[in-house]
């Protein structure tokens, strides 16, 4: 039972030591995260309609 204690305290030191990002910082990491999900899916599309163009020609 002390070390179902000693661990609940470390839990709770643990939990008071955590620091939360603000606003600002989430909503930025998401308009970056947005712009790079696009990005990737405008690259992906490109490049598949390129392959597809290509086999089109192929076969």
């Given at each position: 039972m002390k070390k179902v204690l000693e661990y609940i305290k470390s839990v709770r030191?643990?939990?008071f030591k955590i620091v939360?990002?603000?606003?600002?910082?989430v909503v930025n990491s998401t308009?970056?995260?947005?712009?790079f999900s696009?990005?990737?899916?405008?690259?992906?599309?490109?490049?598949d309609s390129?392959?597809?163009a290509l086999m089109n020609l192929i076969f």
């Open positions: 030191a643990e939990w939360w990002p603000s606003r600002d910082t308009v970056k995260i947005l712009i696009g990005l990737a899916a405008l690259f992906f599309f490109v490049v390129i392959l597809n």
